[in-house]
């Protein structure tokens, strides 16, 4: 719903489907519907990397500031 509601403010008209694009709102539809596509598995899949990556970074971080 965020990016959803990102993409209708004012000065980003040229970007709004851009937006909704990135939104998990987009890819959810289709699946939900039953229609499994390879662009929506690739994005929860991107998704669910970086997160992780995220996490990790975050975890690493701290490691190193506890050994300073």
Known sequence: MGFDSIAYLPGLKRL???IIRLG???????ISRGVIDIKD???FLAVIIFF???TR?????RRWKEKS
């Open 57 to 61: 970074f975050h975890l690493l971080s």
């Open 41 to 43: 598995i690739i994005y």
């Open 16 to 18: 709004d489907e851009f």
């Open 52 to 54: 992780n990556e995220l």
């Open 24 to 30: 998990i709102n987009e890819h959810y539809k289709s």
